[in-house]
């Protein structure tokens, strides 16, 4: 069988993916992935990737299509828009990805395409070839919403190639614990695959102090610091060893004793010997500490970001705060509630029952 996986070209859309691409290739079966820009690095993975983005740069689609849509804009950066901004967004992308997609499947004659919600691109490819089309979650907003809103924006490159709608999946893959968010289609456990970077050995074992690890998004925009600055003010008040996860420069310059310093680590490697994970609300990192059981601060903040953090909150996980918002009171609540903990390990135990993506292999196979 021959899978052509489709993503956006961003890592932390296609990282999701890699597993069950792996698991697809080591099963025998013909895989390639299609993707472009940051995201390339799925080959790192061993997995062969074709460029469908040349010289992509995100921020140009959004400045391009943002100051048309105003209110939308502003939704978006307070992470109030739902799936209007990312809509707009993937959109405009999905109709450049489109036409590099459908040429590359028509050469390549895949039997099943695998596809992100963000990557609709995909499934026209599978539409225009006649072959099976799988959708594959990777965060925690329901994939079709996010395809709705995004072939709402793709009227022009649905007719390109003869299209009037977008033909339902064969399959769709959930990815989220139910109690989190209720996604719909055949469960698959998350995971992802974690591209450069070694761990230090002390990160390996838990210290004399909890450990709270804090990270930052790999793509920022106007005005989104994270929860670094805030986290480092308050560090020297809260009785943890705190470590900085490729911080930026202003936020490393100068730290409390308690706070180190680490570039690019595996995170998921990382956790367990960790107390708590603060984070900029992005899925990677919310189910990365759902997985392996840690309470999380997740912060609210443009796109996805509010929806994540909100959802993990109301679950009972870890708290969704505004960057702003972070104290060391919150901190060493994140290390003390007992109820963060119980409802976070009860996450990791839910999550650790759904199906791998090895166990998906076969039943993907009998589509074709």
């Known amino acids: 069988m021959r899978v052509l996986v489709v993503s ?16 697809l290739r080591d099963a025998g079966h013909d895989v390639l992935v299609a993707t472009g820009g940051g995201a390339l690095a799925a080959a790192d993975a061993g ?3 074709h460029d469908i983005a040349p010289g992509f740069e995100f921020g140009r689609i959004a400045l391009r299509v943002f100051p048309r849509h105003p209110l939308i804009a502003r939704a978006e950066m307070a992470g109030t828009a739902g799936t209007r901004g990312a809509g707009l967004l993937f959109g405009a992308l999905n109709d450049q990805l489109t036409d590099p997609v459908v040429a590359l499947a028509t050469q390549w004659r895949p039997d099943l395409v ?9 499934a026209v490819a599978a539409a225009r070839l006649d072959v099976p089309a799988v959708r594959q979650e990777n965060a925690l907003f329901d994939g079709r919403d996010l395809v709705r809103a995004t072939v709402a924006r793709l009227g022009a490159a649905l007719r390109r190639h003869g299209l009037t709608e977008l033909p339902a999946p064969a399959a769709a893959l959930a990815v989220a614990p139910p109690s989190v968010a209720n996604q719909g289609g055949w469960p698959m456990r998350y995971m992802s695959y974690v591209g450069g970077g070694e761990l230090p050995a002390w990160l390996r074992e838990p210290g004399e102090r909890p450990r709270i690890l804090v990270t930052r998004s790999t793509l920022t925009g106007p005005g989104d610091r994270g929860p670094m600055p805030a986290v480092v003010a308050a560090a020297a008040q809260v009785d943890a060893e705190i470590v900085l996860v490729r911080p930026d420069k202003r936020s490393a310059r100068s730290v409390p004793g308690n706070v180190r310093v680490v570039d690019w680590i595996p995170l998921d490697e990382a956790l367990p010997a960790s107390a708590a994970l603060v984070h900029h609300g992005g899925a990677g990192s919310a189910f990365g ?9 997740a912060t609210t903040g443009p796109g996805d970001r509010r929806h994540n953090a909100e959802l993990v909150a109301r679950r009972g996980a870890g708290l969704a705060l505004r960057p702003r918002d972070i104290t060391a009171r919150a901190l060493t609540q994140l ?4 109820r963060l903990r119980t409802a976070a390990a ?9 199906p791998a993506p090895t166990d998906l292999v076969a039943r993907l196979a009998a589509l074709v």
């Open 47 to 49: 997995l062969p990737v």
């Open 8 to 23: 956006a070209p961003l890592v932390g859309h296609v990282f999701p993916l890699v597993p069950l691409a792996v698991a």
């Open 335 to 338: 290390l003390t509630d007992e």
């Open 346 to 354: 009860q996450v990791s135990r839910e999550i650790a029952a759904m």
């Open 289 to 297: 500490a759902l997985a392996a059981g840690r309470p999380q601060l």
């Open 114 to 122: 695998l596809y992100e919600p963000f990557a609709v691109a995909g």
